[in-house]
């Protein structure tokens, strides 16, 4: 559980006993009920988090609702987006083991996440992680509802794979941009869950690419 569960469920069990002692015990239900929603918005299950080498886990838990191969800086990078609803658990995690190069905060827009434009223009804090001569770059997006993102480690920190780093409430969107070499293991329409889901492999082996799995080389569906 996120320690911001416990403090929103407190307040409002608070306002439900008052509500309850001066005026009708039925004015005490709705507070009591977003009580039990917010402990249950902040929940933070353990993950078996994948150890295959090169793979890249979801940061978040959600739909994939975009693969695709995009230019960023003069070289094509595929970019997974899973958009998280509010019914989704919202802990994010790293998406591969390595160093904490930047964190960059961008004010934005706070268009629907599963708006295309909203990877751009919404307010979105921006990670790029190196770890194995890999750079994977994950965006945590705002949202309609979304008005605040988390993320605790500072440039320099050691991250592992699956780690918890954050998270985005309420509803929202993460991003992942990775070599557009990447062996996909995700298609649109998925449903994948931080930590434990493997989007990519940044070293495929031939195997791989003969199990019918969807390489971001071969073109993105």
Excluded at 23 to 29: D, L, R
Excluded at 137 to 152: D, N, P, Y
Excluded at 155 to 160: A, K
Aim: aromatic share 8%.
């Amino acid at each position: 559980m996120v320690r911001d569960g416990y403090l929103y469920a407190l307040a409002l069990i608070a306002a439900a006993v008052l509500l309850g002692w001066f005026t009708q015990p039925a004015w005490a239900v709705v507070p009591a009920l977003l009580a039990v929603f917010f402990l249950w918005f902040f929940r933070d299950p353990e993950r078996d988090i994948p150890d295959a080498a090169g793979a890249v886990v979801s940061p978040g838990d959600g739909k994939v609702t975009d693969t695709s191969v995009v230019t960023v800086g003069g070289e094509k990078q595929v970019r997974i987006s899973i958009f998280l609803s509010v019914f989704d658990v919202h802990v994010n995690r790293s998406p591969i083991a390595g160093v904490v190069r930047e964190v960059r905060y961008q004010r934005g827009k706070f268009l629907n996440a599963m708006n295309q434009a909203s990877a751009e223009q919404n307010e979105q804090n921006i990670v790029r992680v190196e770890g194995d001569g890999q750079v994977v770059v994950f965006k945590q997006i705002a949202g309609l509802l979304a008005r605040r993102i988390v993320f605790s480690p500072k440039v320099g920190d050691r991250l592992e794979r699956g780690q918890r780093v954050g998270l985005i409430k309420f509803g929202s969107r993460v991003d992942v941009l990775c070599d557009a070499a990447a062996a996909l293991q995700v298609k649109v329409g998925d449903r994948v869950r931080g930590g434990a889901s493997v989007l990519a492999y940044l070293q495929p082996k031939n195997e791989l690419a003969g199990a019918g799995r969807y390489s971001a080389a071969e073109g993105v569906r």
